[in-house]
C-alpha cells in the first residue's frame, strides 16, 4: 500500500510562490505517476498538474505558465512549485499517485490535502 503525504502550504500574498511537497512510502514511488489537484471551498475537486515516471508534466490551463511539477524518484517526493500566485489559488491542495493512470483517480492513493492561502 501506497501512503502519500503533503506538506509546504501556508499564507502567501498574492504575486508570492509556495512549494508543496508530496512524500510516499510503502512501495517504490517511481512506478507511480503523481498528481496534484485542489478544492476550493463550495466548488468541486480540480485538476491542477500531473507527472509520469519520467519527469514529463501536465497542467490545467489554469496554471500553466505560474506552476511547476517535479519530482526526485531517491527521496520519493513530488514538488509544485506555484508562482505568481492569486487569490483563486486558495485552496486544499492534495496530492496522489497512481500505477495505473498518468492522471490519478479517486480509486488511487491520496493525501490528506494541505491548505494554500493566498492574500490580495
Known amino acids: 500500500q501506497l501512503q502519500v503525504v503533503e506538506s509546504g502550504g501556508g499564507l502567501v500574498q498574492a504575486g508570492g510562490s509556495l512549494r508543496l511537497s508530496c512524500t510516499a512510502s510503502?512501495?517504490?514511488?517511481?512506478?507511480?505517476?503523481m498528481g496534484w489537484f485542489r478544492q476550493a471551498p463550495g466548488k468541486e475537486r480540480e485538476f491542477v498538474a500531473a507527472?509520469?515516471?519520467?519527469?514529463?508534466?501536465t497542467y490545467a490551463d489554469t496554471v500553466k505558465g505560474r506552476f511547476t511539477i517535479s519530482r526526485d524518484n531517491a527521496k520519493n517526493t513530488g514538488y509544485l512549485q506555484m508562482n505568481s500566485l492569486k487569490s483563486e489559488d486558495t485552496a486544499v491542495y492534495y496530492c496522489?499517485?497512481?500505477?495505473?493512470?498518468?492522471?490519478?483517480?479517486?480509486?488511487?492513493?491520496w493525501g490528506q490535502g494541505t491548505q494554500v492561502t493566498v492574500s490580495s
Open positions: 496522489a499517485a497512481s500505477s495505473t493512470m498518468l492522471v490519478p483517480g479517486p480509486n488511487d492513493y
Open positions: 510503502g512501495r517504490t514511488f517511481l512506478r507511480y505517476s
Open positions: 507527472i509520469n515516471w519520467r519527469g514529463d508534466g
